[in-house]
């Protein structure tokens, strides 16, 4: 069983940046590839970034990339989103999510996940 709490979501005007934490519970963090999700009002949840066991490979939404940086810290069991030149459409609730995994594939679906966060709120004002 892991518990993810986030934190760092906030209000921030346009082109201001946010460093979203996800923290982990659990020894075994280290075994987990992890993943950012999000989720605006009346739309589905969507892919933003994932990160593998090891943090050498890493995947982006097309949306994000090259605005948004996905890291983590196996000895702190923390995963970061570092959130650049925001985007009133980057409005969303933020969510942590593990997956039980240490290969190589990073793909897109939330329904790969096995433990979701509570979220954290990201507003973006323009």
């Known amino acids: 069983q892991v518990q993810l709490v986030e934190s760092g979501g906030g209000l921030v005007q346009a082109g201001g940046s946010l460093r979203l934490s996800c923290a982990a519970s659990g020894r075994t963090f280290s075994s987990y590839t992890m993943g950012w999700f999000r989720q605006a009002p009346g739309k589905e949840r969507e892919f933003v970034a994932t990160?593998?066991?090891?943090?050498?490979?890493?995947y982006y939404s097309d949306s994000v990339k090259g605005r948004f940086t996905i890291s983590r810290d196996n000895a702190k069991n923390t995963v970061y989103l570092q959130m650049n030149s925001l985007k009133p459409e980057d409005t969303a609730v933020y969510y942590c999510?593990?997956?039980?995994?240490?290969?190589?594939?990073?793909?897109?679906?939330?329904?790969?996940?096995?433990?979701w966060g509570q979220g954290t709120q990201v507003t973006v004002s323009s």
């Open positions: 999510a593990a997956r039980y995994y240490r290969g190589s594939k990073l793909g897109q679906s939330s329904y790969a996940y096995d433990y």
């Open positions: 990160i593998s066991w090891s943090g050498s490979l890493t």
